[in-house]
């Protein structure tokens, strides 16, 4: 069976967030060390795609995640704590987090794109030039020695 056959038999063949039944796909929780059914979900569109635009967020379609948090599937809870970091400011998600309990190696996993950390406190990293470095970016050390004479 491939991911997409399990995460249907899993999900009863509805989004995992918000159970939608229409334009289904796999979603990777990044990051991901190995793929497969443990570290992806089945998400509708509409989901997936604010999840990887923050732009187009509307915090009603979230409120799904009332439901989806409590989730037997890690995967499931990593995105739901994700969501619910990035909407804190709504007021409601706030509530949400402090019910929510997450194993400490699966919080670790939810933090690991700074989903929960204010703007202020992200690393982000710059090049010489000030521009923002992503992830896969290549990058030259160089050392610069300072010369007497």
Known sequence: MSVKDDLEA??????????????????????VSI??????????ETC???IEDPEQMDANHWRCLNDSMWSEY?????VAWRMLSRLKSEGWPKD???????????????KATGEGLAESEKIIHRDVNGVILQNGDSVVLVKDLKIKG
Request: proline residues 4%.
């Open 10 to 31: 899993r999900s009863g063949s509805t989004c995992e967030l918000c159970t939608a039944t229409n334009n289904l796909e796999v979603f990777e929780v990044e990051p």
């Open 35 to 44: 793929s497969g059914v443990d570290s992806s979900i089945l998400a509708c």
């Open 48 to 50: 997936r795609t604010q």
């Open 74 to 78: 890690d995967s499931v809870k990593v």
């Open 96 to 110: 949400l987090l402090d019910m929510m309990y997450l194993e400490p190696e699966v919080l670790d996993w939810a």
